[in-house]
């Protein structure tokens, strides 16, 4: 999220967006925009909030995974093998 902007960015940033034919919402948003404390002309912070988690990975994908390993000349093939091998694993289940 951006926190603060230098007055000749903002003021570039400004026209960019008239020319360009953004609504006046937006524009009236960077024009009230802060600016910043020291020289930069732009500050931008991390927006805090959910941090995704990684799942677990799927039964399938680990089977995919071990399966696509195995040494072979047509990987095309080894994936249709593989799906295969899931497919009748699944339907024995």
Do not use: F
């Not at 230098?6 to 609504?23: I, P």
């Not at 994908?61 to 040494?71: E, F, G, I, L, R």
């Not at 093998?81 to 339907?91: E, L, P, R, V, Y």
């Amino acid at each position: 999220m951006i926190t603060c902007m230098s007055e000749e960015l903002k003021t570039l940033l400004v026209e960019l967006l008239k020319e360009a034919g953004a609504d006046g919402e937006t524009v009236s948003k960077v024009m009230l925009m802060k600016k910043c404390q020291d020289d930069s002309p732009l500050n931008v912070e991390k927006k805090q909030g959910k941090t995704k988690t990684k799942r677990e990975p799927s039964a399938y994908q680990q089977h995919m995974s071990t399966c696509m390993k195995q040494p072979s000349d047509n990987k095309k093939d080894l994936m249709r093998s593989c799906a295969k091998d899931w497919s009748a694993k699944k339907g024995s289940a």
